[in-house]
T-cell receptor, first 114, second 113 residues
Framework: AQSVTQLGSHVSVSEGALVLLRCNYSSSVPPYLFWYVQYPNQGLQLLLKYTSAAALVKGINGFEAEFKKSETSFHLTKPSAHMSDAAEYFCAVSEASGTYKYIFGTGTRLKVLA | EAGVAQSPRYKIIEKRQSVAFWCNPISGHATLYWYQQILGQGPKLLIQFQNNGVVDDSQLPKDRFSAERLKGVDSTLKIQPAKLEDSAVYLC???????????FGPGTRLLVL
């Protein structure tokens, strides 16, 4: 069965610093991978997705993620954090067949310090 | 394009009471999902519909939870009777088809006292 691990339930960065949120998945078959962001009292918004095209995926708000099959990782990065990036971020993996069910990680809450 | 609509946004009930949540997906989206998000956890799929048929309800506690999507458009999720551990945010999502991207509604925050 698919699983997703997000290292670090809380991450703090200074405004302008690099953002790195980690995500590892378990799968024998390259899956579809997603990063979603959730602002307080809102639903999840898609940041970016990997569907086996390019390994480096660019998303909205300056975020990007790189699929590394050898490391089974899909870490999310942003070169320069902004105060508005403070939110909770979820990594998800979708099974590559059948119902394409999403399995979500437990989330990482990003805090941006002024 | 209108997003996924959910109501109510907040609900407080006593344990053993019943509650219902409504979801209207994005127009034209055949696939509809209900998720449960407990505080501090990622969303967990409860049920997935393809048009008005159920394709996955393996994690739905069927002794107390039920869901329907009668005309293949909007959907209702019901809990009867509610337990304290049902306190969570219930998210609805839709996609044009699988494996297209899922789009999420704002959620219904349920508190069971």
């Amino acid at each position: 069965a698919q699983s997703v691990t997000q290292l670090g339930s809380h991450v703090s960065v200074s405004e302008g610093a690099l953002v790195l949120l980690r995500c590892n998945y378990s799968s024998s078959v390259p899956p579809y991978l997603f990063w979603y962001v959730q602002y307080p009292n809102q639903g999840l918004q898609l940041l970016l997705k990997y569907t086996s095209a390019a390994a480096l995926v660019k998303g909205i708000n300056g975020f990007e993620a790189e699929f590394k099959k050898s490391e089974t990782s899909f870490h999310l990065t942003k070169p320069s954090a902004h105060m508005s990036d403070a939110a909770e971020y979820f990594c998800a993996v979708s099974e590559a067949s059948g119902t394409y069910k999403y399995i979500f990680g437990t989330g990482t809450r990003l805090k941006v310090l002024a | 394009e209108a997003g996924v609509a959910q109501s109510p946004r907040y609900k407080i009930i006593e344990k053993r009471q019943s509650v219902a949540f409504w979801c209207n997906p994005i127009s034209g989206h055949a696939t509809l999902y209900w998720y449960q998000q407990i505080l501090g956890q990622g969303p967990k799929l409860l049920i997935q519909f393809q048009n008005n048929g159920v394709v996955d309800d393996s994690q739905l506690p069927k002794d107390r939870f039920s869901a329907e999507r009668l005309k293949g458009v909007d959907s209702t999720l019901k809990i009867q009777p509610a337990k304290l551990e049902d306190s969570a945010v219930y998210l609805c999502a839709s996609s044009f088809r699988v494996p297209e991207t899922q789009y999420f509604g704002p959620g219904t925050r349920l508190l069971v006292l």
